[in-house]
């Protein structure tokens, strides 16, 4: 009886400090948490790790898989190259749908190529077949719009985060 009383006297007066600690960790997370702004340049690691970063923060609801499709800039030497095979992709994947659950983001240095590659990408895309898909556009407030009356007849939780 003894031993069990001493046991539970010291977990109860060491409750406080792992309280504590569990604080520390949580006001260490928050200020690492701090969101990413857009790069003012196309340099593709920086929007590389901006896109990361906004798909993270946007993961609330997603028990699934990802599918970013990102353009490098448009002063990329193989830039057409790129947005024609990512358009190839892109209509692939959604074409043969993606399932309630999975994340689709699309983002890029240049909002206006980037909307033009989400609304060609749902194109013949049949209406109601991405219910519980969540649907991230990362851009311009002027493409926004352009991209939701696009997607949204999918099915899709259209979010758009604007690239600041």
Same mark, same amino acid.
């Given at each position: 009886? #003894? ?13 406080? &400090?792992?309280? @504590? ?34 798909? #993270? ?9 990802? =599918?970013? =499709? ?12 790129? =947005?024609?095979?990512?358009?190839? #992709? ?6 043969? @749908?993606?399932?309630? +659950?999975?994340?689709?983001? &699309? ?17 013949? %895309? ?5 219910? +519980?898909? #969540? &649907? ?14 696009? %997607? ?5 939780? =259209?979010?758009? %985060?604007?690239?600041?």
């Amino acid at each position: 009886m #003894k031993t069990s009383s001493r046991l539970l006297l010291i977990a109860c007066l060491a409750l406080p &400090f792992v309280a @504590g600690c569990q604080k520390e960790e949580k006001k260490e997370a928050a200020a690492e948490a701090a969101p990413l702004s857009a790069p003012k340049t196309g340099d593709e690691t920086a929007w590389s790790a901006y896109l990361t970063d906004v798909v #993270k923060r946007n993961l609330d609801g997603v028990n699934g898989s990802t =599918y970013v =499709y990102v353009l490098p800039a448009p002063e990329s030497p193989t830039f057409q190259r790129d =947005y024609d095979l990512m358009l190839e #992709k892109s209509v692939g994947d959604m074409s043969r @749908g993606i399932l309630e +659950g999975n994340l689709v983001a &699309f983002g890029s240095p240049n909002s206006a190529k980037t909307a033009d590659l989400a609304v060609a990408s749902f194109a013949n %895309v049949q209406p109601a077949t991405m219910k +519980g898909v #969540k &649907f991230i556009f990362i851009g311009d407030a002027a493409d926004s719009e352009r991209v939701k009356a696009a %997607v949204t007849a999918a099915g899709v939780n =259209y979010v758009f %985060v604007e690239a600041k």
